[in-house]
């Protein structure tokens, strides 16, 4: 089946560096990418919407200029954390969506920022 | 704008009994329905879905559930739990290629 792979699995930054967590797809073209957030004991909520060739959508409440989203091929999507912060210790994952109907999203393995 | 609601934030079975996780969404039209498991640190493991069809879906792991459209439920059971089975559980709900809406999530404790 189509897989998604995430890297890092794990980092921890300094407060104030930057911090690129990739998603790429492996064996089929992704032209969206969903990207979101888990903070601990909560649940995922997504932060942006990133499309190939096209500036991503943001959700409410999440700041564009500190996420930066890119995605420069259908294969892959970046996310960098930018003038990090311990608030932003977290668990990103990334998912591209369904490639047809009846199927189900795909899932990276996830990224445990954690900013000290 | 749809929600997923998961009443139950924790919950814990002794080991060998039966469990139901229960689910409800709000969304303008029949969505997709999704189960998914996360143990600590990790990622999203797929445990079931529903698009269409029977309304009583089997997954892994000795999972199933049961969507109920009147009442806007997809309730995860299984009947004999085992100690590998706590995790976190995650309701979500979607439609074709949009995003997943997620619910708060059960923690599922399982007692010896």
Redesign the interface.
């Known amino acids: 089946g189509a897989v998604v792979s995430q890297h890092p699995s794990w980092v921890i930054c300094k407060s104030g560096t930057s911090v690129k967590i990739e998603c790429r797809s492996l064996d089929f073209q992704a032209t969206t990418m969903f990207w979101y957030r888990q903070f601990p004991k909560q649940s995922l909520m997504l932060m942006a919407t990133s499309n190939e060739g096209s500036k991503a959508t943001y959700e409410q409440g999440v700041e564009k200029d500190k996420f930066l989203i890119n995605h420069a091929s259908l294969t892959l999507s970046t996310l960098t954390v930018t003038s990090a912060h311990p608030e932003d210790s977290s668990f990103y994952i990334c998912s591209a969506p369904p490639g047809g109907e009846n199927t189900e999203a795909f899932f990276g393995q996830g990224t445990r920022l954690t900013v000290v | 704008a749809q929600s997923v609601t998961q009443p139950d934030i924790h919950i814990t079975v002794s080991e060998g009994a039966s469990l139901e996780l229960r689910c409800n969404y709000s969304y303008g039209a029949t969505p997709?329905l999704?189960w998914y498991v996360q143990s600590p640190?990790?990622?999203?493991q797929?445990l079931l879905?529903y698009?269409?069809g029977d309304t009583l879906v089997q997954g892994i792991k000795g999972f199933e559930a049961e969507f109920k459209r009147s009442q806007s439920s997809f309730n995860l059971r299984k009947p004999s739990v085992h100690w590998s089975d706590a995790a976190e559980y995650?309701c979500a709900v979607?439609f074709?290629?949009?995003?997943?809406?997620?619910?708060?999530?059960t923690r599922l404790t399982i007692i010896p």
């Open positions: 997709y999704f640190g990790q990622g999203l797929l879905k698009f269409s995650f979607g074709g290629n949009e995003k997943l809406t997620f619910g708060t999530g």
